[in-house]
């Protein structure tokens, strides 16, 4: 007698039963396809900044000038930036939002401040969704709170704080 097949769900379920959030990410810039590590890196760095969020987010990995094209557009502001987000209406249920990141922007900061491109860019994709989540940097006691967030998040991926150590692993 045969034994029966265990087939996994169609939708992974965590182990507290809730589904993983959906994470796309949309590659149009194909410098950041040469760096697998960091990929593999900002997908992790996204889930572990959803792990209280069911809901599901894009990141855009893209250039400087797509970068720069959507800082004018949405904060008047012409120049490229490292990271963008942008929050789903509330109104669309299970979508939190979009982040878009620079890959030209964050390999200059990265070699600047002494940081492997991989560990900024997860750094940054998280900076991005707590944004998608409602934190803020705009006044000093909600910065704290949003760094030391990051801090946490980077931590648990092995990034030392990027606020004191250049974020080199810990």
Request: charged share 25%; no cysteine.
């Amino acid at each position: 007698m045969k034994k029966p097949v265990r087939r996994r769900p169609a939708v992974p379920v965590a182990r507290n039963g809730a589904r993983p959030p959906r994470i796309s990410i949309v590659i149009e810039e194909p410098l950041w396809r040469e760096d697998k590590a960091a990929l593999r890196l900002i997908r992790r760095a996204v889930r572990l900044a959803l792990a209280r969020s069911p809901k599901a987010v894009a990141i855009l990995l893209a250039g400087d000038k797509r970068l720069r094209t959507l800082n004018a557009a949405f904060r008047r502001r012409d120049k490229p930036t490292n990271v963008l987000s942008f929050p789903a209406s509330p109104h669309v249920g299970a979508y939190l939002g979009d982040v878009a990141i620079a890959y030209g922007v964050v390999s200059r900061e990265a070699h600047a401040q002494g940081k492997s491109f991989a560990a900024h860019a997860a750094h940054l994709a998280i900076h991005g969704v707590l944004h998608l989540l409602g934190l803020d940097h705009e006044k000093a006691n909600e910065a704290r709170l949003m760094e030391q967030r990051e801090i946490d998040l980077l931590a648990q991926l092995g990034i030392g704080d990027p606020y004191t150590t250049g974020g080199k692993a810990a």
